[in-house]
Every structure is written in structure tokens, then in C-alpha cells.
């Protein structure tokens, strides 16, 4: 449990709220209901044992931030996870109350270890150890099977691996689903490419004979295709989608639009994730309180690339 003040909120709530959320308790000293409801509070913190940190706004002390969060009577709760609130409730309440708040939100004990495993391979793919990162996210979607964040990343890494049989098991549950999430498809595109390659002749060849090709019929779709994926299987991502672009520019509908698709994909593996950011501006949780929140980051070079080729498929296509 912390005290928590406008100088260090944007530390200990805002900043914090991105690991382990962080369960405000907006509270004064000649309040009833704050003295039954705080060391209860306390108790919880102890009981779930690491899944949310305390933290606790005397809101005589701090007008600034009761105002800010929209405060109209006390005690007043506010959960934040990822910088933002996401739930709220007013007034005393009971332990069942209170778990049941709690449990709507958090991540189970299964959920954090899997998801501790998750930040471990992060850490091990940013100091070159890819298959010990791989090792742990394969622990980590056992233990939580239901986490597409993880399938996802498990997934992508196997394919950059080489595990291509271990990548079709892996994301054959996401791919049976309706409706099926981009993300997963972008993966299937990913893995088509690298199995039709392996079982072509394209298997063997270099740039310079798809080129020499390419010269001799600019509207060699199918050689202008084959090398889209063999490029895709390089990881060389820019230039694939060069080669899908002047197949769309002459032709949108060819194979069932299937260079917009492969497009599509890319697009999709390059897009990087949401960046976390801690400016703040007025929002709202779910029970109308307002809060703070964010504003979004300078664009990074890889999503300018995205909204470049982005730009350039969709004139292509209009």
C-alpha cells in the first residue's frame, strides 16, 4: 500500500498501472465508511498477493487529483490498468463485493505466470537468445492456452526459427475460428509463402532469375507472386510488397486478389504494437468518472512505413 500525492502520482499510478494495475482508493479521515473499507482493502492487497498494488488519495490533501478522476463522494475506487481506468465503484463494500470488482479484471495466477514467462523471452530475444525465448513462450501458452497475445508471438517466433511444423499445430485453433483475427491470417500468409517455397523449384533460385523473368514480361504474374513470397521467407518485406504493388497496379483481381492479400499480411506482420505513452488528457471509466489517460507518440519509423505502403495499396486499389 502506498500514499500517493500529485507528485508522485504520474510515477506510482500512471507509470505503474502499465506492469500491475493499481487500485486507487480515494479516501478522507473523518469519512465512515473509508475506515471499514480501507484496511479491508489492505487485506485484499496482501490476500492476491502481487496482482494489483494499493494505492491511496486522501482527497482533502489532493482536490487536484479527486477533481481530475471526477471524485463526487468518498470512498471512491478506481482500478487502472495500462495508464487508464478501467472500472470504478463508490461506497462501502463488502469482501465478496470487492473480490468480485477485483477478479472481473485481473489476471488470474496462471495468467501472471504465463505472463512473466512472456516478459522473460522478450528479454532473452533482445540478448540474442531466440530459442530459450522460444522455450519460454511455449511454457508460457501451456500454462495459459487461452492468451492470443502469446499464441501470436509464439507463432511468429517459430516461423522466423524454422519450426514450420510447430507453427501450423500452433496456429491451426486460431484459424478454425469465425470470424478469424487479421493477425492470425497475416501469420498464415506468412507460413503458405515459406511451404510453397520450400516445395517449388523457387527453392533454389536467386533474385537474378527471378529478375531475368520478370525482364522478359513485366505481366509474368506468376513469377512476379513467386518472388513476393520468396522475399517474404527472407524477411525482405519492403521489396515484397514492391512486387505485390506492380502486380495490383495491373491487375487487382488476379488469383482471387491474392497479392492484396499477401499485402494485407505484411502490412499486418509490420505493424508494430501500441506504444504505451503517459501523457494525460480527460477520459472516462465505466461508470462515467472521469480520469486521466493519454495522448498518442510521434509516429516511429516502422509504422511510417506501414502508413506509406498503407497509402500506396489503397490508391492502387481505388
Known sequence: MKNVTLQNFETDVIAASMTTPILIDFHAP???PCKSLGPLLEQMEQEYQGRFILVKINSDEEPQLAQAFGVRSIPTCILMMDGKAVNAFAGAQSASQVRTF???HLPSTDELSALTDTDEAKALLASGDPQAAMNLLCDALATDPGNDDIRY???RLLLELGGVEEAQAALAPKLSELPKQLRFEALAHWLDAILFIAESAYATWVTAQFDEKIAANKRDFETRFAKARWLMTQ???TAAMDELL????RDKKWA??????????ILELLTPPKPMTTAQIPSKTNGGIEVLGKTATPEDPKSALVSTYRRRLSMMLN
Open 246 to 249: 506492380e502486380i495490383i497496379m
Open 153 to 155: 508471438d509464439y507463432v
Open 256 to 265: 482471387d486478389e491474392s497479392p492484396r492479400k499477401n499485402m494485407v499480411a
Open 30 to 32: 473523518w469519512c465512515g
Open 235 to 237: 524477411g525482405e518485406w
Open 102 to 104: 477485483l477478479d472481473q
